[in-house]
């Protein structure tokens, strides 16, 4: 009894030994997607981005003017980059990863809306430019390997877009017969601002140790914490000049879509 227990033991051992050197079906060993891996990728990045635009031009018992813009823009722009990463393992023909990577992109936009009060032909002239120069991840990976050549997977993570907004407000012309006003104020701010990515694509072996892909990303940076502006406004009424104050503020919300093709080189 104790030999047939001891045999049984032994080749226990011994069974287990010899497949944990194996990869789990579909993958043949070595496991293709895993391992330490390096990432070119070239595509179109598509913003889509919400400005609001308040301005408040306040005279004490003369003057007080409040126009509100808003302007989407949603132009396309070139996007490239690289990443590093690391995949390994979890199950039968599923694999996770962690992976950081940096990309540049030329998103510029801008707008200039002219807004006049009917009632005083008070007007004012606001303009926006917003910019997105580059944008930073670090993104954890899930893949399914459909078979050995194929996989399939999801990405999630903080983005950290770095974005440039500028803003200025021009008031002019007669608020009436005998009240002139002249006012400008601009402000700005240029920050990086931390988003989340979800992300989805597939790869194909070219190589053992070569793949191509296809993905697909969608960032939400959602309000990018412009600050408020205020600056002195020259008003003249009756001759006598008047102390008054031009405020500017945005609220700007931006998402972004990303297609890009991807290579990526495994070293195993």
Not at 9 to 18: D, H, M, P, Q, R
Not at 159 to 178: A, I, L, M, P
Request: charged letters at 10%; glycine letters at 10%; one cysteine or more.
């Amino acid at each position: 009894m104790k030999r047939k227990l001891l045999a049984a033991l032994i080749f226990s051992f011994t069974a287990t030994g010899a497949l944990a050197g194996k990869c789990p079906p579909p993958c043949p060993c070595p496991c293709p997607f895993t391992g330490f891996y390096g990432t070119a990728d070239f595509g179109v990045i598509y913003p889509s981005i919400k400005n609001t635009t308040t301005t408040e031009l306040s005279v004490p018992s003369v003057i007080d003017t409040v126009f509100s813009n808003t302007s989407r823009f949603t132009d396309s722009a070139v996007t490239g980059g690289i990443a590093l990463g690391y995949a390994n393992m979890l199950t039968q023909g599923i694999l996770g990863g962690i992976e950081g990577r940096a990309n540049l992109e030329n998103v510029e936009t801008s707008s200039s809306l002219t807004n006049t009060e009917t009632t005083t032909s008070l007007t004012a002239t606001t303009t926006t430019s917003i910019k997105l120069k580059n944008d930073f991840a670090l993104l954890l990976k899930l893949g399914v390997i459909v078979n050995p050549k194929v996989l399939f997977y999801g990405l999630i993570g903080p983005d950290w877009g770095n974005f440039s907004v500028t803003s200025s407000s021009n008031y002019f012309q007669n608020t009436n017969e005998s009240t002139t006003v002249n006012a400008s104020t601009q402000n700005g701010i240029s920050r990086y601002k931390t988003g989340l990515l979800l992300g989805f694509g597939m790869e194909a072996l070219l190589t053992q140790a070569i793949s191509l892909g296809l993905e697909y990303n969608h960032v939400w940076y959602n309000n990018l914490g412009y600050p408020t502006s205020s600056s002195p406004a020259s008003v003249v009424s009756e001759g006598s000049p008047l102390p008054g104050v031009l405020t500017l503020n945005n609220n700007t919300n931006a998402q972004t879509n990303t297609v890009t093709l991807r290579v990526n080189y495994y070293l195993g």
